[in-house]
């Protein structure tokens, strides 16, 4: 079924409308070497909220601060309308140990540089960016529940954790009462899908809404790489070596395998009349468990062409094939407990109806 960017859902088992598709910032500003320049960013912006869109996604280390900034003037007209989620643990000073990581010193100095550079009173949605494995999870619980005590926060979520500690913070922070998490955001697309294993079901059972990045897989999915770019040493062609594409082919992300699931989507693309991005952009968007992928586009362009994934229906057929490609193996217990013969030792012929 088609949907709008104003065909609102509720992020986790809050009561937060936010829009199917969120727009990242980590666009806005080319400190990193690409992205969009101010004009193009204000227009990216624009558009987007001018059909409905209401999520964004950013943090405070973003193209060195930009990605903030030129949010916190986009959005002076219309703060209360719209949906700005942070993130902290990221170093934001380096030789200063502490302007990183998930503790409070980090996440209170990081929040306070993120309403300055947001020009804003209040942060919608504050995520942990990246788990340390050295704070104690009550420090950061505490620390987060504060910050919505104070007003300066609305809501927490968590991104880059592993499963049994979002688990565990979830359930001491009931235990508590302090803020639950509201929302997971991790890397899932059809080229990454090992979420399914243990993040995407603990999301759906402990209440957090899945917000997922890189859902076009570093842009292997656009099918703008092939068989001439598998070499990851030098630069891929008709890119220098300093580009993004490069760098994705240099960190892996070009294999047989993803190339194999990229022609897929291809085939479905040419199907369906719609673009290869715009597929695999779908197939996120309507994956189980998951609230709002994040496109993050740099031109207008890239930007209509993203939100064209909102008008795709994939057929079962095509679904199936999509998934099929992309299949992973589960792991243990997953593959073990899912076999007939499990089923049979612990059910016997019975039939059991199971919803999600």
């Known amino acids: 079924m088609s949907l709008t960017l104003d065909t609102y859902r509720l992020l986790g088992r809050s009561g937060l409308r936010v829009s199917p598709l969120a727009l990242g910032a980590a666009t806005f500003g080319t400190e990193w070497g690409w992205g969009a320049e101010r004009e193009e960013a204000r227009k990216l912006f624009d558009r987007y909220t001018e059909l409905g869109g209401n999520f964004f996604d950013t943090a405070s280390t973003y193209t060195n601060g930009s990605s903030e900034r030129l949010l916190g003037e986009f959005t002076r007209t219309n703060r209360d309308g719209l949906v ?7 170093l934001r000073q380096p030789g200063d ?27 919608d949605l504050l995520y942990l960016n990246v788990w340390d494995f050295r704070t104690p999870v009550e420090e950061i619980l505490r620390g987060l529940d504060d910050l919505v005590r104070q007003g300066k926060v609305l809501y927490v979520a968590i991104s880059s954790a592993p499963a049994w500690q979002v688990s565990r913070m979830q359930t001491i922070a009931d235990l508590r009462g302090w803020s639950p998490l509201v929302a997971l955001e991790i890397e899932y697309s059809l080229i990454e899908r090992t979420g399914e294993r243990d993040l995407i079901p603990m999301a759906r059972e402990m209440g957090l809404g899945v917000v997922s990045f890189s859902p076009l897989g570093g842009g292997v999915l656009t099918g703008k790489y092939s068989r001439e770019d598998l070499n990851p040493t030098g630069p891929v062609a008709g890119e220098t070596a300093s580009s993004r594409k490069s760098l994705n082919a240099a960190l892996g992300m070009v294999t ?17 009349g719609h673009t290869p991005a715009q597929v695999a952009l779908a197939w996120t968007l309507n994956a189980p468990g998951v609230t709002a992928p994040i496109i993050g586009a740099r031109t207008i362009a890239q930007l209509e062409d993203n939100l064209g994934a909102l008008q795709v229906d994939l057929t079962p057929s095509q679904l199936a094939r999509l998934g099929e490609v992309s299949a992973i193996d589960l792991g243990i217990p997953h593959g073990l407990l899912a076999s007939d013969h499990i089923r049979t030792v612990t059910t016997g012929d019975m039939k059991i109806e199971t919803r999600s």
């Open 84 to 90: 700005l989620a942070t993130k902290y643990s990221t």
């Open 97 to 123: 140990p502490n302007s990183g990581g998930t503790h409070r010193k980090s996440m209170l100095a990081s929040v306070e540089s993120s309403l300055r550079q947001l020009n804003t009173d209040y942060i």
């Open 256 to 272: 047989e395998r993803t190339l194999a699931i990229a022609d897929v989507v291809k085939e479905v693309a040419s199907e369906l």
